[in-house]
């Protein structure tokens, strides 16, 4: 049998060890979160749901805690009434708002939540002096509102798609206003300004895959 020379047999050795020190040098992926989130609060004062004088201070939301959160950093989307803040860009005008010293931003997709796959498809919008980046009103944004039932429901096939305060990205469907998300929410009795919404959240740097 012949017998490997030492050059060549060291040579080999050292492509293997490398190629084992490269595999140990690949982060491992985090799994990418799917949740729902029940009841978020969105309490304001005064104001129509989408006009102001609204005011009061916005809930915030940390998509890497999965839950509401106090900090005046580590928060990526707001709720106050039907507006939706990011932790990206500058205050809008409006009363009370956060201070925005992220890097959040927001586009609004069109699908289902199923279909929205990946966050490198679409043009993100932060909050500014013109308005927030997920628009207000009645048809505008995520939400129609129709007055003669008094009902807030969110539009069919509209998906919110958030890089996050620190460069993640999450995609969102909102699927109530209503406290515990009644079916057939009634406008004059049921408990308005509660979230409850779907959200797949990657936490990998750099990762924009959203399933």
Sequence with gaps: MKMIGKPFF???LALVLGACNNDDDTPDLVAVESETATNIPAPQTGGPPSEDPAGGPFTKFSFETGSVTTSDTEWDIAFRGTRIAVNGGVETGSNDEPVRNGNAAAAIATGTFASITDASNYTFAEDSATG????AGSDNGWYNYNPQVNVVTPIPG????IRTHNGRF??????SYYKDAPAQPDGFVDEFRFYT????Y??????????
């Design 132 to 135: 927030f980046a997920i628009p």
């Design 197 to 200: 919404f779907n959200y797949v």
């Design 170 to 175: 999450a995609k969102v469907e909102v699927l």
């Design 158 to 161: 509209t998906v919110l798609v």
């Design 202 to 211: 990657n936490p990998n740097e750099g990762e924009t895959t959203l399933e």
């Design 10 to 12: 060291f040579f080999l």
